[in-house]
Every structure is written in structure tokens, then in C-alpha cells.
């Protein structure tokens, strides 16, 4: 059963519910009493740092550099 993060905006604590996914969007209520909660983002999403960025690129080319191509013809 997913876990859903909520934060209660009448006293600002943060509280989390175990739940069915056809009551995800269901008003939570706080441990408080407080029934002004809203649904945090699945924890699930925001993790750190991910490999995005792309890789340079390998087997050159056609590359500015002056000399050995690289290859197989200088060896
Ligand atoms: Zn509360």
C-alpha cells in the first residue's frame, strides 16, 4: 500500500498516511485534528542528483585537433 506525505497548513507538521491509491486524493486529516492538509509529492521524485547530462562523445570524429586520427592509422 503506497504512502502519502502530508502537511498540515493550520500547524505545520508534517505527518504521513498509508492509504489505498483510490483514496490518494482523499482530505487527510491531521494527527492534530486539523482537517487544512495538503498532499506533499511522492518522496519517490524528488531524489538527489541523477545522471541527466549527456556523454561526450566517443569515437571522435571530425575533431579540431591536429595530428594522429585515432584510429588504426597510426598504430
Ligand atoms: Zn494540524
Known amino acids: 500500500m503506497p504512502r502519502y ?3 498540515c497548513r493550520s500547524c505545520g ?3 504521513e ?3 489505498p491509491m483510490a ?3 482523499d482530505p487527510a486529516l491531521c494527527p492534530q ?3 487544512d492538509t495538503v498532499k506533499l509529492l511522492s518522496t519517490v521524485a524528488v531524489t538527489g542528483a541523477a545522471t541527466g ?3 561526450p562523445a566517443a569515437g571522435g570524429g571530425s575533431g579540431g585537433g591536429g595530428g594522429c ?3 588504426g592509422c597510426c598504430g
Do not use: I, M, V, Y
Request: aromatic residues 10%; glycine residues 14%; charged residues 30%.
Open 5 to 7: 506525505d502530508f502537511r
Open 13 to 15: 507538521a508534517t505527518f
Open 17 to 19: 498516511l498509508r492509504r
Open 23 to 25: 483514496q490518494a486524493n
Open 33 to 35: 485534528g486539523h482537517e
Open 53 to 55: 547530462r549527456p556523454a
Open 69 to 71: 586520427c585515432g584510429g
